[in-house]
């Protein structure tokens, strides 16, 4: 029964570390301030995910089972999305407030084309979201 116990704990930590490091980077992403050194977060995420093995290893039980695993996909999840997806900022292209907008094409909300050059003479805020992936 004790290691039941210490199992189900190791889960329960290993969730909150997931969840707490996953809510802080959209916390980020939000704010538009992901650091471009990424690797306390890839740890963290990795922590977690060990720590959700470690939990099913010492046989939590159910309680205990469910924050494992969720650990583990969220632990997984993030570190496979950085490492496929890695996004390199063209410092001689950076757009500063105050440019003038590149001329370019895109598709809308509704699937339509979009020519930026509809906004020419208009006075518009354009905001661009990055994440990672």
């Known amino acids: 029964m004790a290691r039941n116990k210490t199992g189900t704990k190791i889960g329960l930590a290993a ?5 707490v490091t996953a809510w802080y980077w959209f916390y980020l992403v939000d704010e538009v301030a992901l650091p471009s050194d990424r ?3 890839v740890v963290l995420f990795l922590l977690a995910a060990a720590l959700g093995v ?3 290893v010492k046989r939590t039980s159910w309680l205990g ?3 494992a695993l969720l650990a ?8 496979v999305t950085m490492s496929v997806s890695e996004q390199i900022v063209a ?11 590149p001329q370019f094409t895109s598709v809308d909300g509704s699937g ?3 020519d930026s050059g509809v906004l020419n003479g208009h006075l518009v805020l354009i905001k661009f979201f990055r994440a990672h992936w």
């Open 91 to 101: 410092r001689d292209t950076v757009i500063e407030v105050g440019d003038t907008l």
């Open 72 to 79: 583990i996909a969220i632990g997984l999840f993030f570190p």
């Open 39 to 41: 690797s306390l977060f």
């Open 112 to 114: 339509n084309a979009f």
């Open 15 to 19: 969730a909150t570390i997931a969840v």
């Open 54 to 56: 470690l939990a099913l």
């Open 65 to 67: 089972a469910a924050p």
